[in-house]
């Protein structure tokens, strides 16, 4: 089975604080992503990676940064945290010969700004 | 990517079917059409995909009719641990990294 775990269940971060969230996945995907998932809104896709020190902008980039320093590890960045970055963080992977679109995804990391 | 709509929420009960139609007016030639279900405190989780007529697998069928501008995900026989929240999604290959899941059907199924 493919597992795609994440650092933490839960976080609470204060405003400011950079922060650092962690995804790993063991199937040697080539492609990773990170999605926020906020209630009303759906998921949306913030980054994304094909290959290693490969990375692309989804579709809410602002506020974030990424790095893949090794393929089966991804980290999303919150350089400066804000109270509006407060949400749910899944991140998923997926192999270049997969279906199209058959993404597997970690548990998420529940991140609090106060 | 083609947009896609699906109606907000569904309640069913154990032991039914339940339907979920996705409609996708402007799906592409080469665009899948793809689900997936989430549970709360989970992500989500790919359970079937298909291209045109129908696909089954262990979890669900997939209906697609021929003009394939609308697709229906039936679940045979639900249980409580059914009650999820199903996406549907359309694209292909090359906007794999585009995926967008919007609000998706809420299906709640009750004793």
């Known amino acids: 089975d493919v597992k795609v775990t994440q650092s933490s269940r839960y976080l609470v971060k204060r405003t400011g604080e950079k922060v650092f969230l962690e995804c790993v996945q063991d199937m040697d995907h080539e492609n990773m992503f990170w999605y926020r998932q906020d209630p009303g809104l759906g998921l949306r896709l913030i980054y994304f990676s094909y290959d290693v020190k490969m990375k692309e902008k989804g579709d809410i980039p602002e506020g974030y940064s990424v790095s893949r320093e090794k393929k089966e590890r991804f980290s999303l960045i919150l350089e400066s945290a804000s109270t509006n970055q407060t949400s749910m963080y899944l991140c998923a992977s997926s192999g270049a010969g997969a279906l199209p679109r058959e993404q597997y995804f970690g548990p998420g990391t529940r991140l609090t700004v106060t | 990517l083609a947009k896609t709509t699906q109606p907000i929420s569904m309640d069913s009960y154990e032991g039914q079917e339940v339907n ?49 501008k609308s697709s229906t995900l039936s679940l045979p026989r639900v249980s409580l641990s059914d009650t999820a929240v199903y996406y549907c999604l359309v694209g292909d290959k090359t906007n794999d990294y585009k995926l967008s899941f919007g609000a998706g059907t809420t299906v709640t199924v009750r004793a």
């Open chain 2, 20 to 68: 979920i139609t996705c409609s996708h007016n402007n799906i592409a030639t080469n665009d899948y059409i793809t689900w997936y279900q989430q549970f709360p405190s989970q992500g989500p989780r790919f359970i079937i995909q298909g291209y045109k007529t129908k696909v089954t697998n262990e979890v669900a069928s997939l209906f697609i009719p021929a003009d394939r």
